[in-house]
């Protein structure tokens, strides 16, 4: 298995607050990956990055930043959650060959 | 922008029977295409790829060809088992020198009953 680690797995916020995900790499992947997931819309693209400090949004990023400060470590942060944000999160990694690795998966409940 | 579309389900078979799960997409230049597979309470696995026209991916019985002239890559399977309920996910990957931003389809709930 891809060594991909999310982290927390599970968690409980209010309304407001800053929240803040990691995804963590042992591949030395280039492209990372960060993705909500919601009944009836599958995957949709927050945010990737193509290297260190080089990030890009996706469809889906209004209220969410990312940071790539080493190449390990991807870093989803929701500045001010809110309930649209409850979601289950996924984190990918991939290299040349553009096949992705997934995590297990960040499921976040804002309340 | 690059999309994938579809087929809606969830879609529901006896065992043994014939699946096809529909996949188009609109992209710009030549990417590459995936199926991935969801088992319940865990996150997508890389089930077959093909990455230029024409090309056949294949694994556990799957199969898609990447069909350039339709912008196509339908799922298949000529006998599915009750083991093979899951969300089917269709995604294409911008080249790299595009990118190499990597997006799915909705994704496709499958349930084969015994």
């Known amino acids: 298995d891809a060594g991909i680690t999310q982290s927390p797995r599970h968690k409980v916020t209010e309304t407001g607050t800053p929240v803040t995900l990691r995804c963590h790499q042992t591949?030395?992947?280039?492209?990372m990956y960060w993705y909500r997931q919601d009944p009836g819309h599958g995957l949709r693209l927050i945010h990737y990055?193509?290297?260190?400090?080089?990030?890009d949004k996706g469809e889906v990023s209004d209220g969410y930043s990312v940071s790539r400060s080493k190449t390990e470590d991807f870093l989803l942060t929701l500045e001010s959650a809110t309930s649209s944000q409850t979601s289950v999160y996924f984190c990918?990694?991939?290299?040349?060959?553009?096949?992705?690795?997934f995590g297990q998966g960040t499921r976040l409940t804002v309340v | 922008g690059d999309s994938v579309t579809q087929m809606e389900g969830p879609v529901t078979l006896s065992e043994e029977a014939f699946l096809t799960i529909n996949c188009t997409y609109t992209?710009?230049?030549?990417?590459?295409l995936f199926w991935y597979v969801q088992y319940p309470g865990e996150g997508l696995q890389l089930l077959l790829k093909a990455t230029k026209a024409d090309d056949k991916g294949s694994n556990k019985g799957f199969e898609a060809t990447y069909r350039k002239e339709t912008t196509s890559f339908h799922l298949e399977k000529g006998s599915v088992q009750v083991s093979d309920s899951a969300v089917y996910f269709c995604?294409?990957?911008?080249?790299?020198?595009?990118?190499?931003?990597?997006?799915f389809g909705q994704g496709t709930e499958l349930s084969v009953k015994p």
């Open positions: 990055s193509y290297g260190v400090k080089d990030t």
């Open positions: 990918a990694i991939s290299g040349s060959n553009t096949e992705a690795f």
């Open positions: 591949e030395n992947h280039r492209y």
């Open positions: 992209a710009t230049g030549y990417p590459s």
């Open positions: 995604a294409l990957s911008v080249p790299q020198n595009q990118g190499g931003k990597l997006i």
